[in-house]
């Protein structure tokens, strides 16, 4: 068979010959493959620079999405990419077990001096998924360890979303993704959200946030004994829509867990790394989680590797004469020396650029060019957590009558945006805007036009 080099594909019709020889061998990830070409448009990517994708056909898109909110500072962003090419060079892989490399142990120390205080301990995993089922497995694990077996349950939140693979997508709560696969999966306890869209009229976020924080109690109390650790997502559930809660929620979960016994994981692979304005999203509780699971942003969006920071005392529980107290988990990649390199860069970046700093100038701006849509009769909700803003539109705007799902308003706004050159991927009906940190004012002023007309047009009736 002939076949001919995808990077000599070129211009529209390339860009159609390449969708067709794709969708010949291709399963793309969360995907209804049947809605290819048709309700969904394949695109073809050659190159990235900055904010920008760039298609075959020459077409530019802004990524608004960080690439399923793993980008931080741009696509290709040249010292990632130059640390990444050095450490190739030098050390790809190796076995991490019995063995140890230089972009391993700095990037453990880089974790533990800007984590939370208390997590001085880092474990390697490769993904966001395996980071979950890292914290999951260590928490139950040292429990049993401490001779104390009994504590077997899980306590998740309603709303949650925690990865793909079995034990992690038991602990999430979204049914589109879970549903199918329940007769497969673990049981967590589920308490409430604390997401203040779901508050009670006249309530506050904060309020709300404590309201489901003596429901989350209530819960550990009637299963005393039994809970490993509470897992959530720190003040914004992601693929639950961008829900976001009040850090009291955060503290009063802390304490019921110590109260308890039981362990507290913060699973902010998504909103780790400056997404909700500081560096990880506890620090806005004052709070040091026993877990914290990062990815996503961890490399920069260069490469897969996810980190599981824990305690002291969750690590010197398994030391011991005994392998079977030991942490026998592993993944063939784990700490990954160019994911590793990729961090470290991705980490200095943070500093040389006074990131943070200048992301709270850029939240301002996202606000303000945010606010005229506010008042479209469609949208019930425009919310912020730093650099995540999102517009939750119903049927019936602030009347909050979510419209039918089979309606697709959402792939209405995504198809719009993207013959205007923006990728903007909703989650059902939640439009929202998570850009590299790189974006510009103007580009910032280009999403906000295009997400003006991608409301109008899947509010449209
Ligand atoms: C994306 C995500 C995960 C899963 O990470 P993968 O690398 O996709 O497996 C877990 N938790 C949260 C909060 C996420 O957003």
Not at 53 to 59: A, N
Not at 262 to 276: C, M, S, Y
Not at 424 to 443: N, Q
Request: proline share 6%.
């Amino acid at each position: 068979m002939k076949t001919r080099d995808p990077a000599a594909l070129t211009g529209a019709t390339e860009a159609d010959a390449w969708r067709t020889r794709d969708l010949a061998v291709v399963w793309h990830p969360c995907t209804q493959m049947k809605e290819h070409p048709d309700t969904m448009p394949l695109v073809p990517i050659r190159r990235g620079r900055g904010a920008w994708l760039e298609g075959v056909d020459g077409t530019r898109y802004l990524d608004a999405v960080s690439s399923w909110w793993t980008n931080l500072f741009g696509h290709a962003e040249p010292r990632i990419a130059e640390a990444i090419g050095a450490q190739a060079r030098e050390l790809e892989h190796v076995i991490y077990a019995g063995f140890s490399h230089e972009p391993g142990l700095l990037l453990a120390e880089a974790l533990v001096a800007k984590a939370p205080p208390g997590l001085t301990r880092v474990f390697y995993g490769d993904n966001g998924s395996a980071a979950v089922e890292i914290a999951l497995k260590m928490s139950f694990h040292s429990h049993a360890n401490h001779g104390d077996a009994r504590r077997t349950r899980f306590i998740a939140l309603g709303n949650g979303y925690h990865g793909e693979t079995l034990g992690a997508l038991s602990m999430g709560d979204i049914p589109l993704y879970r549903r199918i696969y329940a007769p497969l999966l673990l049981e967590p306890l589920f308490a409430p959200s604390p997401d203040a869209y779901e508050a009670e009229p006249g309530e506050s976020p904060e309020a709300c946030a404590l309201r489901r924080a003596d429901q989350l109690e209530a819960l550990f109390a009637a299963n005393e004994g039994q809970v490993c650790a509470l897992i959530v997502e720190p003040l914004v559930q992601c693929a639950g829509g961008m829900r976001m809660y009040h850090p009291a929620y955060l503290r009063r979960a802390r304490e019921i867990c110590d109260a308890h016994g039981a362990h507290l994981i913060a699973d902010e692979i998504a909103v780790g790394f400056g997404r909700t304005g500081t560096l990880f999203a506890c620090e806005q509780a004052g709070i040091s989680p026993d877990f914290l699971c990062l990815s996503k942003g961890l490399t920069g969006g260069f490469l897969p590797l996810s980190a599981v920071l824990t305690t002291a005392a969750v690590y010197d529980a398994f030391l011991d004469d005994s392998r079977e107290r030991a942490f026998l988990h592993s993944h063939s990649y784990t700490g990954n020396p160019l994911g590793c390199a990729a961090a470290l860069a991705s980490l200095a970046i943070f500093d040389s650029d006074d990131v943070l700093a200048r992301n709270r100038g850029r939240a301002a701006r996202m606000a303000a060019l945010a606010a005229p849509l506010a008042s479209h009769p469609n949208v019930a909700q425009v919310r912020q957590t730093g650099m995540v803003l999102a517009f939750e539109l119903t049927a019936d705007g602030v009347g909050r009558t979510p419209y039918p799902s089979a309606d697709r308003r959402g792939l209405r706004a995504y198809r719009h945006a993207l013959s205007r050159g923006v990728l903007l991927r909703p989650l059902g009906d939640v439009l929202y805007w998570m850009p590299p940190y790189c974006v510009g004012e103007d580009e910032l002023g280009h999403l906000a036009d295009v997400t003006a007309t991608a409301i109008e047009e899947a509010t449209r009736p």
